[in-house]
T-cell receptor, first 109, second 114 residues
Framework: GIQVEQSPPDLILQEGANSTLRCNFS?????LQWFHQNPWGQLINLFYIPSGTKQNGRLSATTVATERYSLLYISSSQTTDSGVYFCAVGTMDDYKLSFGAGTTVTVRA | EAGVAQSPRYKIIEKRQSVAFWCNPISGHATLYWYQQILGQGPKLLIQ????????DSQLPKDRFSAERLKGVDSTLKIQPAKLEDSAVYLC????????????FGNGTRLTVT
């Protein structure tokens, strides 16, 4: 099956800082989603972004499908941005949406 | 719009006992997923339904796990008998169509097997 690698595994930020999270995948995808899992365990869908660029407030994401990677940008980070960010991908050959191991983000006040 | 509903929120059982989890997806969502998330890992797909048919159950331990989605709406995931390694959070998710739309998760059921 498709391999999903996220980097870095851990990230510590000072409030107000910007950061970039990366997701690399091993095959062509037609489905890519970013999720935030808050400290209480709730998984929130941030972006459905199989290609191109999207922005939602302080968050934006870019997927370059031909080069098999996606980036999630967090600007002006806040303590509420803390948690684990997951990238999940799927292909037409395999209906499964496979998750990466996640990037744990800690934003300090 | 109401989100994905799951119950119970927490469950503690002894090994070899049975347990069942319930999920009600977002109204109109044809695709329903059950994921298992072990502490410190990403969610792992157990089973995926399209309406009331199974699309993928390749990672479901069928000797002890079973799932059904009656009438293409609610779903139940059962474990019988439970093992210690089944301790995890069981997440239900739904999407409008398979693969081509965002996944929305419920709050999950935290299972502890002692």
């Amino acid at each position: 099956g498709i391999q999903v690698e996220q980097s870095p595994p851990d990230l510590i930020l000072q409030e107000g800082a910007n950061s970039t999270l990366r997701c690399n995948f091993s095959d062509s995808v037609n489905n890519l989603q970013w999720f935030h899992q808050n400290p209480w365990g709730q998984l929130i869908n941030l972006f459905y972004i199989p290609s191109g660029t999207k922005q939602n407030g302080r968050l934006s994401a870019t997927t370059v499908a031909t080069e098999r990677y996606s980036l999630l940008y967090i600007s002006s980070s806040q303590t509420t941005d803390s948690g684990v960010y997951f990238c999940a991908v799927g292909t037409m050959d395999d209906y499964k949406l496979s998750f990466g191991a996640g990037t744990t983000v800690t934003v300090r006040a | 719009e109401a989100g994905v509903a799951q119950s119970p929120r927490y469950k503690i059982i002894e090994k070899r006992q049975s347990v069942a989890f319930w999920c009600n997806p977002i109204s109109g969502h044809a695709t329903l997923y059950w994921y298992q998330q072990i502490l410190g890992q990403g969610p792992k797909l157990l089973i995926q339904f399209q309406n009331n048919g199974v699309v993928d159950d390749s990672q479901l331990p069928k000797d002890r796990f079973s799932a059904e989605r009656l009438k293409g709406v609610d779903s139940t995931l059962k474990i019988q008998p439970a093992k210690l390694e089944d301790s995890a959070v069981y997440l239900c998710a739904s999407s409008l169509v398979v693969l081509a739309s965002p996944l929305h998760f419920g709050n999950g059921t935290r299972l502890t097997v002692t």
